[in-house]
């Protein structure tokens, strides 16, 4: 008995003194399968996989070239050195909905917290512990290759002051609930606005063109709202097999970084969860698509 209360002593002692490391805890069976499905939804696979050089699944290292830069996506597999395995559940939430670091520091925008931030606790909660069960990889972060001033943390304090205010996403209560199912969806956990929606000199979204079309890295995207230039001539079929399998309807298919959204994303969702958004799609202020020089 003395050696047992000896040992859990010396577990607790040393959990106080890394207090950044979580007691081991398996999590819920029933927690890791919702959290599989959000994290689909959100699209992790994409932004942290180096899928254009072979990379391993969510082990970092994916390109994304902006005005600013190049941006790399970091290891977030449960690695204790290169990944997230120090994290707590905490930390973790606190990155989605406020964009800091375990450390402190700020993240860049080109990690969509400005999105995130709208996610539920218990969403949230559920894709830590789907994360937790992920394969690890030890692969060191590939560091962002971005030039003065945009590349000193400090600034976001501003940037984020100026563009950014964090909090769980409320429902609107003039809408049906299939609505909100859906704004959820679109603005938050898959978070399109941060590819349709064009962008100011410094990076953040503006808000009076949502969804309106923007630019990627590897070309434009187009306009997503009810207007006849943008989806106002699709029919509901026709937007739900774009969803499903990317299919257009003039026969083609969708590619670049679309096709990987419906392959890893939105080819993943309910039929209930795609119709929610195109229902709250068709919510969406009508703007005509911008000419770009």
């Known amino acids: 008995m003395i050696a047992k209360a ?54 970092g ?23 997230i395995g120090r994290w707590t559940e905490a930390q973790f939430r606190r990155a989605l909905r406020e964009g800091i670091r375990p450390d402190g520091a700020h993240y860049f925008p080109s990690f969509p917290y400005t999105s995130f931030s709208g996610m539920s606790d218990g969403d949230i909660s559920d894709l830590w512990a789907y994360m937790r069960t992920v394969p690890q990889e030890a692969r060191p972060n590939t560091p962002h290759s971005i030039g003065f001033p945009f590349n000193i943390r400090l600034g976001m304090i501003g940037w984020k002051w100026l563009f950014f205010t964090p909090g769980e996403f409320k429902p609107d209560p003039a809408q049906s609930a299939e609505v ?3 704004a959820y969806l679109t603005n938050h956990l898959s978070h399109c606005g941060e590819c349709h929606t064009p962008r100011n000199s410094l990076g953040a979204r503006d808000r009076s063109r949502h969804l309106g079309g923007g630019a990627i890295h590897e070309g434009p995207a187009p306009n997503i709202t009810p207007h006849p230039t943008g989806l106002g001539k699709w029919s509901p079929a026709d937007l739900l097999d774009l969803l499903k399998n990317g299919g257009k309807p003039d026969g083609d298919f969708v590619g670049g970084e679309m096709a990987e959204v419906v392959k890893e994303t939105t080819g993943k969702l309910t039929d209930a969860d795609l119709q929610a958004m195109l229902a709250y799609l068709r919510t969406v202020p009508p703007l005509e698509s911008q000419r770009r020089k």
């Not at 819920?28 to 696979?45: H, M, Q, S, T, W």
């Not at 932004?47 to 969510?58: A, E, F, I, R, Y």
């Open 6 to 59: 000896a040992r859990a002593v010396l577990i607790l002692a040393l959990a106080i003194a890394a207090p950044g490391v979580a007691l081991a805890q398996a999590p819920a069976p029933d927690a890791v399968k919702r959290g599989e499905y959000i994290f689909n939804a959100a699209g992790c696979l994409s932004c942290h996989t180096d899928v254009k050089n072979n990379g391993q699944p969510l082990a």
């Open 61 to 83: 290292g994916r390109e994304m070239k902006t005005p600013f830069g190049s941006f790399f996506g970091p290891n977030i597999t449960p690695h204790p050195t290169y990944g």
């Open 180 to 182: 909100n199912r859906g």
